[in-house]
């Protein structure tokens, strides 16, 4: 398997309105995210963490601010910084090893691609599917093959839009700890946009919590114990994403809604009376790392 090398992402001063809009989607964000770091976007539904992501990934051009990966203006996606979808948008009618294959067919490397696809094949555990079809297969299944497929031309980061979000809770957590090895192993660059908590804390080295009308940046909470993390780090981090959660909304969790109340009862399940981790409060320490 080839050797990665992460991307350096630097957001500056970035905000975004949409066609016929009144007000910024985001608005004024700033951020930079080192190399082979995994950031999680978290927030509620609405409050611009897959615009923010859009505008990385180079689909969404901002109206004010830029976006450098390596140095490099965004302005049009890249083979160099590649984007998983909530849904895997895999070709139905190919096999498992051609749906890997795509991008390295389209990048004109198509010599590359017998061995790599079977080295992704094995990496992401589907070794035995390569000549199956893809709609036989289950929506993990599906969602392995996509991950193959985004590391095919060997990207520098990987942006992630909730791909995990349509799947059952055991799926859903093996793949989050799937994920969260190789791109640590091989050093990519990660960003997730979730509104789970809990995939946030599994996951993230650093959390951004964004707030919304308009989106912005609200808090940064720092996660310990890197993949490993488990047992009582695990729910420290739980515990202090949530209350940035809230705080990001300014509300109590009661007044928040369905969505943060399901939240509060997972951490409620998990421990939550755990003492949180230090919270890097306020916009500044967040946007100057």
Known sequence: MPSFRGAHIK???????????????IDNVSLVIEPGETVALVGRSGCGKSTLLHVIAGLATPTNGTVHIDGIRVEAPSPKWVMMFQQPSLLPWMTVAKNVALGLMFNNRRAEAP?????????????????????????????????????????????????????????????????????????ITMVLVTHDINEAALMA????????????????VEIEGGAAKG????????????????RA???????????????AAKLTAFGAGT????????????NTR
Do not use: W
Request: aromatic content about 4%.
């Open 11 to 25: 957001i500056d001063a970035v905000s975004h309105r949409y066609r016929g809009g009144k007000a910024n989607a």
């Open 231 to 246: 047992g009582d780090a695990l729910l420290h981090a739980r515990k202090a994403l949530m209350d940035a959660y809230t």
């Open 205 to 220: 080295d650093r959390a951004f919590i964004m707030a919304s009308d308009p989106g912005r940046i609200n808090d940064c």
């Open 249 to 263: 909304a300014g509300a109590s969790v009661g007044e928040m809604g369905a969505e943060a109340q399901e939240d």
């Open 115 to 187: 061995k790599r696809v079977a080295e992704l094949l094995e990496l992401v555990q589907l070794a035995d599917y390569a000549d199956r079809n893809v709609q036989d297969l289950s929506g993990g299944q599906q969602q392995r093959v996509a991950l193959a497929r985004s590391l095919a031309l060997e990207p520098d980061a990987l942006l992630l839009d909730e791909p995990f979000s349509a799947l059952d809770a055991f799926t859903r957590t093996s793949l989050q700890r799937d994920v969260r090895t190789i791109v640590r192993e091989r050093g």
């Open 275 to 286: 003492p949180p981790l230090v919270v890097a409060s306020g916009v500044q320490r967040a």
